[in-house]
Nanobody, 121 residues
């Protein structure tokens, strides 16, 4: 079993900041990419930020310049910091990890349950 447990989120005022964390645990053999996606009502899930298996970072166009992601592969934990929030950032934020479980020979994507972020104007 693999678990991704998210923390943070909630209600934030426009212009404020947000910090999310995600810890992966369980029968993990190898951790690859780890990051965050979000899904707003009526919209497709989109990338927020990701650290790849090689250690490079990718940011979604909507959050570039005001978002920072960091991942500790030893602790298997990811942190997301977003600044200058607007109501358009309101969404459910999902932690994602591409990893190989002990009981599997191939890596696959795992997802957290999601945490609601609401930005009030």
């Amino acid at each position: 079993q693999v678990y991704l447990v998210e923390s943070g989120g909630g209600l934030v005022q426009a212009g404020g900041s947000l910090g999310l964390s995600c810890a992966a645990s369980g029968s993990i053999f190898r951790l690859g990419a780890m990051g965050w996606y979000r899904q707003a009502p009526g919209k497709q899930r989109e990338l927020v930020a990701q650290v790849t298996a090689m250690g490079s970072t990718n940011y979604g166009d909507a959050v570039k310049g005001r978002t920072t992601i960091s991942v500790d592969k030893v602790e298997k934990t990811a942190w997301l910091q977003m600044n200058g929030l607007t109501p358009e950032d309101t969404a459910v934020y999902y932690c994602s990890a591409n990893l190989t479980a002990l009981e599997s020979a191939v890596p696959r994507d795992y997802w957290g349950q999601g945490t609601q972020v609401t930005v009030s104007s």
